[in-house]
């Protein structure tokens, strides 16, 4: 090898090392997808829907330099829940966002749920839905503590956003939440069954909000955090 070549090797690691907080790829998630419709209602469909806000977010994510979006799924295919977060942990994903609608019965006007891992309210109860579906494990503590923090951000540029959001987050079981890498969130856009969320959700202005606010809180997170899982120090 002569020496310039191995100069100029050495040059490149070096460069390769100063960016090693490179871009930061941050992984949202459509819910469902292909067979799985989601929730249905008055034939809005939960999976075209966060695929749409997903699609929103990752526009809004490209304009950062800093960040780059990766998506579960592009289109309207099936993905295993545990395909989704293994393969965004594979990709190596600083952060892990969900999108789903809910169908709630009689239930008040909530406005934007954020979700958090959380063992209280444990699902799904019975065989999983999804065959594909490998159980996890609760994601260690530090972990959660970080989708606390993730989801705080998200929760505050919500409301910049003018969008309603509650003043904690929910907390939940669910498979997409238990990355034991990343801080991973849920944000249930509003209740199908409602019929002023359920026009609100189609709205593309709102969808827009919604979008900038998710990628303001995930910037605004990520600067707060020194790597993907920041200071922060014992989950409540
Ligand atoms: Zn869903």
């Known amino acids: 090898m002569a020496p310039s070549t191995a100069l100029a090797l ?11 907080e490179g871009p930061r790829i941050v992984a949202l998630d459509a819910g469902h997808g292909g067979r799985d ?3 249905v209602v008055r034939g809005v469909e939960e999976n075209a829907l966060a695929l749409r806000i997903v699609e929103k977010t990752a526009a809004e994510l490209k304009k950062q330099k800093s960040l780059f979006p990766y998506l579960t799924r592009w289109e309207d295919v099936f993905v295993p829940l545990s ?22 019965y009689g239930r008040k006007p909530r406005g934007v749920i ?3 891992y959380g063992p209280n309210r444990e699902i799904p109860k019975g065989p999983p839905r999804d065959p594909g579906e490998r159980m996890r494990p609760a994601p260690p503590k530090e972990v959660v503590a970080a989708s606390r923090l993730l989801a705080e951000h998200v929760q505050g540029a919500l409301r910049r956003q003018k969008v309603k959001t ?10 997409v939440l238990k990355s ?3 801080p991973s969130i849920l944000v249930e856009v509003g209740n199908l069954v409602d019929p002023a969320e ?9 969808q827009d909000r919604v979008a900038k606010a998710i990628a303001q809180g995930v910037l605004s997170y990520l600067s ?6 920041p200071r922060v120090s014992v989950a409540r």
């Open 83 to 104: 395909d989704r977060v293994d393969r965004a942990e594979q990709v190596g994903g600083r952060v892990f966002i969900s999108i789903h609608a809910d169908k709630v």
């Open 10 to 20: 050495v040059i490149l690691l070096a460069a390769a090392l100063a960016r090693a």
């Open 37 to 39: 419709r989601g929730a």
């Open 114 to 116: 954020v979700w958090v």
């Open 224 to 229: 707060s955090a020194s790597d993907g899982v």
């Open 180 to 182: 034991d890498k990343m």
């Open 198 to 206: 359920a026009k609100q959700m189609q709205d593309p202005a709102f």
């Open 166 to 175: 509650a003043a904690y987050a929910d907390r939940g079981g669910f498979a």
